[in-house]
């Protein structure tokens, strides 16, 4: 029997590989639609979340990436709205700069 994670392309058996492909891809839609959003922060009038801060680390949620991608980064840049919560902020992350709402992004670590 072959080690964990050492296969052979004469031990892998289409089918099954094919299964188990299929199967993944409906954990991680499941997982993406019933569990990310709890990661969420959702605001509401009552109650205050804290506000996203430069130095911040984040995970970026995109439904477009696939299954296994957690775009992290550092928030580098924040910008809030009318009323003075952070709406949009620009993100470092190992390709580059980029911009995302803060309503896509989950906090992992905070700078307080």
Do not use: Y
């Amino acid at each position: 029997m072959s080690p964990f994670g050492s296969f052979k392309d004469t031990q892998l058996n289409p089918r099954s590989w094919n299964a188990t492909q299929a199967l993944a891809d409906k954990f991680w839609a499941r997982w993406s639609t019933e569990h990310r959003p709890l990661l969420m922060p959702r605001s509401s009038s009552n109650s205050q979340h804290k506000n996203l801060k430069v130095g911040d680390i984040v995970i970026i949620c995109d439904g477009t990436m696939p299954r296994r991608v957690w775009p992290r980064g550092e928030v580098t840049e924040v910008h809030p709205g009318p009323d003075g919560r952070v709406r949009i902020t620009e993100i470092r992350t190992a390709t580059g700069l980029v911009r995302r709402p803060a309503s896509r992004l989950i906090a992992i670590t905070t700078t307080d």
